[in-house]
């Protein structure tokens, strides 16, 4: 039921452009996505509601698959600040009004000057 | 400014001793979690509670016990059942699920 993220971990030079990919077995409402540097809380970056519309805002944007039960976020033009590990957190339609994430493994990203 | 409030920041706990972790938010939001982070790995879900005096287990609910008598309030019980309890804990809240989940600065307990 864990969504599946990839790649785990990838290193970029600063201005490079990067994709992450979460994918769930599991229809979907929602796919969340946060970005955690070490050691502090994840940071909201934005949601991704059934209807597969795409969202974005400065240089970070995602999509949303609803037909493949797929996410992707885009990083472009990469920043030393981008670099972080970033989740994403998939909700499952259900009868039961189930509220809860459940979030991917991560993806490490390492941005260098 | 409105935030959750996790404390303390760094717990230790004896064998056998249960330990409070306590998380409070003045966002006004309705649903509360409790997550736990190992080294390296994603968050799993312990508990959640959409509204006051009722919670649900998440994925690795044994050996923790919750409670949720206030709405602003959502402190996480980690038992001595819990055999490997060392790890951090995220306390987050929202208002509905189509609003993103916001953090506490988390709690890193470790074993004595």
């Known amino acids: 039921q864990q969504p599946v993220q990839s790649p785990q971990a990838v290193i970029l030079r600063e201005g490079e452009d990067a994709v992450i990919n979460c994918s769930s077995s599991k229809a979907l409402y929602s796919v969340h996505w946060y970005r955690q540097k070490h050691g502090e809380a994840p940071v909201f970056l934005m949601i991704l509601l059934k209807g597969g519309e795409q969202k974005g805002h400065d240089k970070i944007s995602a999509s949303f698959n609803e037909k493949k039960q797929q996410s992707s976020l885009y990083l472009t033009a990469s920043q030393l600040s981008y670099s972080g590990t970033y989740f994403c957190g998939t909700a499952v339609i259900s009868n039961f009004g189930n509220e809860k994430l459940t979030f991917g493994t991560g993806t490490r990203l390492t941005i260098i000057p | 400014d409105g935030g959750i409030t996790q404390s303390p920041k760094y717990l230790f706990r004896k064998e056998g001793q249960n330990v409070t972790l306590s998380c409070e938010q003045n966002l006004n939001h309705d649903a509360m979690y409790w997550y736990r982070q190992d080294p390296g790995q994603g968050l799993r879900l312990i508990y959640y509670s ?24 959502f402190p996480l019980t980690v038992t001595s059942a819990q055999k490997n309890p060392t790890a951090f804990y995220l306390c987050a809240s929202n208002r509905d699920r189509d609003q993103p989940q916001h953090f506490g600065d988390g709690t890193r307990l470790s074993i004595l």
């Open chain 2, 50 to 73: 959409q509204i006051v005096n009722d919670f649900q287990k998440g994925d690795i609910a044994e050996g923790y016990s919750v409670s949720r008598e206030k709405k602003e309030s």
